[in-house]
């Protein structure tokens, strides 16, 4: 039985060593909001917060994983979709099918906690999800409009 | 409702019903129906008062509008809730919407019409009846009020979902006047006058999207993320190499693995694994032994399929045209001649959630949970495989995760689920294919190839131009009534000399354009934009290098074939001057155009691009114009279009499915490369709409993309590009 930190709860769970992150978090602690994509860490549908850092889920195999280790979710990342990149992708209207998008708000999101103000070279780096939709344009336009809301508390 | 009721009085066959799916809706009919609302699937509670089947009112005057079709991030969920409220004159801020089930659909004879989205029709071909579904509701809310008061109705005034007697200084809200109104008999929807959508206030407006707020902090449940008691989960693999069967498996090797349930073979070509979790069983399916049958088409490559298609351009029959003057006399006859072949490769849809399917078999009932585009034809397709009757099944609704024509009409992993749940009764089976079987097993864009020449005579003036494309058909494989007296017309989409649909823009004095058909053992189908893709790409390429043949500006040379298409010609001209055509351009960058047109609407792009000397390709901007006639949301058709250049320049980049040993290749990202957010080129959405027809979205613009982006390269080095993907070309 593993101990899991995820969202500020330890969760135990009952999987075998080579499970990825991404299948305990779907298939034994029911959080779908991580996605699915590639399964090859392409793809960045499967990031989550891992110490901070954000990872593709699909490459932390449970044995890695110790109860020290803080897994953030999708679901964990704010109370009432209120962090602000949240609260940006809402009023630009970023998502289209949405499937991508926990993984590009995971990524912007752990953008904003390193680089308050990234410059659009900066997102180019850090914004490396598939979006087939191809929302890319406004995940940039609302990233620069998070990043607003977080340093001057504009509201979204 | 009472669904046993209403089964009992179910005359549709199966028969009946899937010839009726291919047909368009009676929207008449359907208004002037009493359908019940099945409450078992509907968020509508008892509360809501159901004025008519598409608009459902609560006390507390939410308006829940019905939707039939299916969304999968194109926005028509909100585009024809918006065309509701428009004719109901409810309060936007009070829209919920609700899915329609195709067992609804069926149970009320197709009420709500066709559930079939792709082709860019969800909203240009319902939006007359969902127009008049929300006007014949707001009639009936009058009505109810002024029979309250005792009053005529036409004294009556309405604005967002209040509704006022000036005379008496009364007034009520919907929610108040809702089950009465419910009670009323509809009016007859041929006499309902829709507002000109010149005086919207709802439709027409940028609005946000209804369907954002669970895609934010992953609660909403796509159908991969469903969770049922008891559910037991499925991988898939089917034979490699399409014709070949699956031989043997040796199943002692994974039975005891954790979780393993059993292993399934499928049909005749593929074998499941089912676990208790999907990880598990793909697992043992990556362990499991399996013996294929490759069969006949285990050689072919992309090298003979190259060659069959080769074959195709020097046939001497073909499988239809369109043709006017002799083209091949006046090219032979033309001082000056222009030449190329041009090429493109099979592409797989890769939408972000990879097929699944959820599907639960009891004695007598069958549910499935399934992204499709087409929800009739997943019913159809649970009853056939399954054998329950149609009347006994049912599809739950889930949005898709991207569709872009590959979750349409096959159904073919929702086939696959039933069989493996007939193992299982009474479990529910959650069949999911991994990254790898989903580009292995898509229906591809198909592949083809192009010749095209044209004469010129000594003054740049073209005198005739002849097209053939030798290529795979979808119709061969999909839809075969599609191919009238061995024509099939489909894949000159385009290129065709009627007007409303996918015109060619151009007037050539002698033109021939011919298909020949070659098809190779690869499935094909529909891909976003479909046959508009390789035909725009081969037609605006070789239109830059007839232009500059004869010496004239790509713009110029295109506006003197286009006198008779003011269409055309009105968005090519507003692609052109937002996108600066013929001004100075800053140094190492170089610009090129497009125009077609398809699914009714039409589309230009200019795009701006530069090749480093070492060969590399960045684009920097492209203005993409679009008339689609009546607008519904300018915000939605922005996003579409803007995401028609990344879906389109991935394509162009990176995009191929290679055929080796009779298997695809290139099946996860790592090898079928997909443009991030760092390549994606500023895109200035330009809409030009001339509010006089109704032309689809999610498609048009896709196809000027690439061959706009192919000709600033050809600006920028003097070598035109002929084979897609880019990554394969050497541009200096």
Known sequence: MAKLNINGTVREVSAEADTPLLWVLREHVGLTGTKYGCGIAQCGACSVHFNGEVQRSCQIPLGQITEADKIVTIEGLSEGRSHPVQRAWAAVDVPQCGYCQSGQIMAAAALLAQNPKPADHDIDAAMTNICRCGTYQRIREAVHMAADIGTTGKRG | MNRPVLEKNLKLSRRDFIVGSAAIANGGLAL????????????????????????????????????????????????????????????????????????????????????????????????????????????????????????????????????????????????????????????????????????????????????????????????????????LCAAIKDCPVYGGKLTSFDESKVVGMPGVKKVVRVKDTAVAV????????????????????????AAASSATIAEMLKDGLGASTTNGDRHNGDALKAIAEAPKKVEAVYSTPFLAHAPMEMMNCTVKLSADRADAWVPTQNLEASLAALSETSGIPLNKCEIHRHDLGGGFGRRGGTQDYVHQAVEIAKSFPDTPIKLIWSREEDQAHDFYRPISQCRLSAGLDNDGNLLGLHVRISGQSINALLNQKGIVGGRDMRQLQGYYETPGDAQLGYDVPNLLIEYVMRNSHVPVGPWRGVNTNQNAVYMECFMDEVARAAGKDALEFRRALMKNHPKHLAVLNAAAEKGDWGKPLPPGIHRGLAQFMGYGSYSAAVSEVSVSPQGKLKVHRIVLAVNCGHMVNPGQIEAQ???????????????????????????????????????????????????????????????VVTPSVMNAIYAATGKPVRSLPLKNVKLV
């Open chain 2, 641 to 703: 279009a803007q995401g028609s250049v990344a879906y389109g320049l991935t394509a162009a980049l990176y995009g191929e499915m290679p055929v080796d040993k009779g298997r695809m290749t290139n099946l996860n990202f790592d090898t079928y490369e997909i443009m991030r957010l760092a390549e994606m080129p500023k895109v200035e959405v330009v809409l030009v709409p001339t509010y006089d027809f109704w032309g689809g979205v999610g498609e048009p613009t896709i196809c």
């Open chain 2, 274 to 297: 089912v676990a208790d979790t999907w990880w598990r069983a793909k697992k043992a399916l990556d362990a499991l032994p399996i013996v294929w049958d490759e069969g006949p088409n």
């Open chain 2, 32 to 231: 002037g129906m009493r359908v019940p609302f099945d409450a078992a699937h509907a968020d509508t509670s008892a509360s809501a008062s159901q004025v008519n089947i598409w608009v459902a009112i609560k006390p507390d005057d939410t308006c829940v509008i019905r939707i039939a079709r299916s969304e999968m991030g194109q926005g028509t969920l909100t585009g024809l809730a918006q065309l509701v409220a428009e004719e109901l004159e409810c309060d936007w801020s009070k829209v919920t919407t609700e899915g329609v089930t195709p067992g609804q659909n069926l149970a009320a004879k197709r009420a709500w019409g066709e559930m079939g989205t792709g082709g860019s029709r969800g909203i240009r071909t319902s939006q007359d009846y969902v127009r008049r579904g929300g006007a014949a509701a707001r009639i009936m809310l009058m009505q109810a009020a002024a029979n309250q008061w005792n009053v005529a109705a036409s004294e009556l005034t309405f604005s967002k979902g209040v509704i006022s007697h000036a005379a008496s200084n009364r007034s009520v809200r919907y929610g108040q006047v809702a089950a009465a109104a419910a009670q009323l008999t509809p009016p007859d929807p041929k006499s309902i006058t829709l507002k000109d959508p010149k005086n919207w206030t709802i439709a027409g407006q940028p609005l946000k999207r209804l369907d954002t707020a669970d895609k934010l902090d992953g609660s909403k449940i796509f159908a991969i993320d469903l969770k049922l008691p008891g559910m």
